[in-house]
């Protein structure tokens, strides 16, 4: 097992809500976009389907696609995100979608999470398996 982690930052946030309900809960589409340092080097585009509840808390699940250098290989994968936002504080778990790797990152497989620390920024931790 290789244990893979660094920061992303995010570099843009493009968010709709599609359904909306009484005390100022919706249900909201995102895009965005992010850039990787650290063991993972690249971008990513993300699509997230939030529900936010009326005491300010949410839950969301998404795809994201990785473009990156990982280990000095090169390429894309998918991960597939759980998450939620709760004081402030994103957080998510995500897997490597099975076989959706491209180029020389087409073996990869892993688990990880995220927790979002300030400023659009959040800690990033990927077990990638053996």
């Not at 340092?37 to 939030?50: A, K, N, P």
């Not at 509840?53 to 998404?62: E, K, W």
């Not at 778990?93 to 300030?118: M, Y």
Request: proline share 2%; aromatic share 10%; charged share 20%.
């Amino acid at each position: 097992m290789h244990k893979l982690e660094g920061v992303f930052q995010i570099t843009g946030w493009d968010e709709a809500p599609y359904a909306e309900g009484p005390n100022g809960a919706k249900q909201t589409l995102a895009k965005i976009t992010q850039q990787y340092q650290g063991d993972i080097s690249g971008s990513s585009e993300i699509t997230y389907l939030m529900s936010y509840q009326a005491d300010g808390t949410a839950v969301f699940v998404g795809m994201e696609k990785i473009t990156a250098e990982i280990q000095g290989k090169r390429g894309s994968l998918l991960l597939q995100h759980q998450g939620k936002f709760e004081a402030g504080v994103a957080s998510s778990d995500f897997s490597i979608v099975a076989n959706s790797g491209t180029e020389a990152l087409a073996d990869l497989s892993g688990k990880g999470h995220f927790r979002s620390t300030e400023n659009g920024q959040a800690n990033y931790f990927l077990d990638l398996a053996d």
